[in-house]
């Protein structure tokens, strides 16, 4: 009855995910990985990207990288998990064009360079660039807005949340 009554004044957590490089900003639901189109992993967006610089969209600590260095996962400072996946199957590439300019346990603030990735190479080698940014304990949030378009790195929102 209490937590009913107190609920109204609990005030919400909202949070902001911004653009990890600029580039054209699609629904999630777009690409053609069905485990992110169909939100399996967690739910978010996906950038084009136009360069080679990736920059974290959130502050946090650095949870997880991949061995193959193509995906990185950021425990956020309101504990959600955000995971920027660079192109689609590129975990085959077992870290060939992927440069990574942090380590698991680092602290990183929205902006920071996460690492540099040869575009060129992977479009070369027949991958799409395309890069997921999602929330993967989509049970910790209690709304999620979405952004699509032409973003710009470090500044553009992509995602904003309530955390419950």
Known sequence: ???????????????????IQSGKVINISEISDVMFAEKILGDGVALIPKSNDIYS????KIDVIANTLHAYGIKTNDGLDVLVHVGLETIELKGKGFKPKVKVGDRVK?????????????????????????????????????????????????IKYIKK
């Not at 969209?57 to 946090?60: D, E, I, L, Q, T």
């Not at 993967?136 to 790195?153: F, H, L, Q, V």
């Open 1 to 19: 009855m209490f937590k009913k009554l107190f609920s109204k004044f609990k005030k919400n957590k909202i949070g902001k995910i911004r653009a």
């Open 57 to 60: 969209p959130v502050s946090g």
């Open 110 to 158: 929205v902006g920071d360079l996460l690492l540099t990735v040869d575009i060129d190479l992977l479009k070369d080698e027949g991958y799409e660039i395309i890069t997921p940014v999602i929330i993967t304990n989509m049970d910790d949030i209690e709304e999620i807005k979405t952004y699509t378009g032409e973003a710009t790195e470090k500044e553009t929102v992509i």
